[in-house]
């Protein structure tokens, strides 16, 4: 069983990576980070059963409130780039080099 | 005399005028004028005052105590068991008791006169401050009892003379003036201080056994003295024996700091540019007390002086060649400010030519006549300059007796004392070349010089008395000059009856009738004879004095009457065998300043600006910036390689970010495998 939830963990993983990579609306790009993370989060609960230890689902715990804090932020950051007119796509906002 | 009562003075004599400085300087502008004439004149009062008592004191000290250091603070001591210290210590003796005199009394009436002259001038706060400082610092210097304490006051006076120079420092002319009068002085000071390393290597560290304690016989067992004081330096000079070369290096570098101080050849050349500054500074620091400071400093460090004849030698040649070299080119000067300045310089060029030969006594003697009648001389050009509204070409002037009496009176009295007739003059320059008789490189050699430089003095004398005062006015300013007010005339008056009688109370030359005064003599004599010295002048023979007397009167007397026959009454047309072409070179290079600043302009500022042009315009922009450049270079290529990857897409950090895990996580498998 648990070799089964490390692969399903590093599909997703994988999946969120190859779309942060490649897809240009910042919103899929959120979801897809949200992806790696929720990939990380199951690595914690499987560790926890297969070690029969609690200590990784409090992990978990911890990694749900720092995305949903990163989430908030990183949505907020959105809706202001959307307000000021921009279209919202990764490779247009490129004035951090600046 | 009460070391209490000494130290007490001493501070009181050096507080008043830096006290009244700093009231002029901070509290002059907000107060007024009123306020600024009251404070400057009466601090220097006060100090004559107690200058006064230090005076008394020292007369009825009993033989042997005539002369007290007191130690006022410890300034710096380093290391608890050593020696090594500085200590505020001032020395009260005839020598610092005589200078004071000259230094706070014709300050004084200086000080008084200023009050007068400055009535119109806005910046009358800055200028008291300034001349109380001067004040200060002049005291600081002659009563200085220890080496640093010496060298603070020289250049505390370099200080005060710069300011004062350039006083009226919108007008370029001052400002260069001052600069160069503090280059030279610096000069001076470099060699001074020179002076006082290899003082305190050879001198100020010869084993010492402290009065009390017990020292074995040998040399290890004494202990080791660290010190600049002068009573301990003087007490060591003998160690070194006499004719040692180090003695002889550390009295040229003493000696070339006198010249610097007091204008002599070849660092003469800031003191007639000098003249930039305002008449009472003229009168007050280049003339009656800053420039003879080199004078008091030969005479202070006698006793390494007397153990090294050959410095001495130099000095006296030096000085008896800038008074001849002077007082030639005082004769063609038309500026009334710079003829007495050229004439201070062949003056103070006689009193380094008494200390240069030993004799003390008659070169100080010299130092206080001359201070009376030169700073009657300038005060009443200063009179005269205030009513031409600051016209200084004497060719301007003309006819002035008739238009300001008292003034021309004493310009005349101060004038005969200059050119040594009846007055002042006669009896110190007299009394000082007569010790030129026996003593001396080349005994005789040098005062014949002297006489030769009699001549002149009267010549250059009286021609600017005849030409400023005499004849027909050749200017409208000279036509509607008026005699100037109260304040500015005491001082010339009380100036003028010191160098009428000072002479004939003071001391003579020579025996008239079985009567001479020496009181000069009973009075300073006494400090140069206690040092473990070696010989000082010889006194001249009564018949040999009386004949250098009448020599140098008389030839003094021909270059007066000369002069009242050429520029008085007119009758004698003397420069005109000087038009041809023969001697046309005599009043072209008298008139040229000997060509000594062109001479230096040539080999020293010349040069020096085409080196910095050469650095400027070459070394500094290929070399210097070159390697500033080549670093700047090498930063910002590597920046600008580094900067093409921040792109600003997300896509690229992502990217990059990606790679270096999974090149992490790669290296970390193969570094698990290869340790199992």
Redesign the interface.
Known sequence: MFPYILLTAGFLFAVG?LG??IRRNPLV?FMSIELMLNAVNLVLVGYSSYLNSEEGQIFAFMVIVVAAAEVVVGLGLLTRVFRIGRELD??D?????? | MNPTVIAGLSATILLLPILGSALCGFLGVPLGRRFVNWVGTVSIGLAFAAVLVLLALLLHAPQGHQSSTVVLWNWLSLGAGSNLGVSVNVTVDALSVWMLLVITGVGFLIHVYSVGYMEHDPGVARFFSYMNFFIFAMALLVLAANMVILIIGWAGVALASYLLIGFWHDRRSAAVAARKAMITQVIGDVALVLAAFLIFVNLGTAPYCPPGAHCPAAAGGAQHLHTLNLPQIFAHASSLGPNSPTLTIICILIAIGAFAKSAQFPLHTWLPDAMEGPTPVSALIHAATMVTAGVYLIARFHPLFDLAPVAAGMVASVGMGTSIMAGFIALSQTDIKRVIAYSTMSQIGLMIFAVGIGAYAAGLYHLMIHAFFKALLFLAAGNVIHTMHDEQDIRQMGGLQARMRITAWSFLVGSLALGGFLFGGMFSKEDLLGFGTVNGPAAPALYIVGVAVNVLTGLYAFRLYGVTFTGEPRSDLARHAHEARRVMLIPVVILAALAAVAGWVLQWPVTIAGFRPAFVDAFLNPVFHTAVSGPIAHEPGAGLAGIGFVIGTGLSVIGIAVALRIWVRRDLDAPAWFRGPILGWLPRLSFHKLYIDELYDALLVRPGYALARVLRRTVEPEVMDGWVRGVTGVATDFSAGIRSV??????DY??IM?FFAVAFTVALIIAAGLVH
């Open positions: 990576v942060v990579l790009v990764v490779d906002l490129d004035e951090m080099q600046q | 921040q792109t600003g897409l997300i896509r992502a990217s990606v």
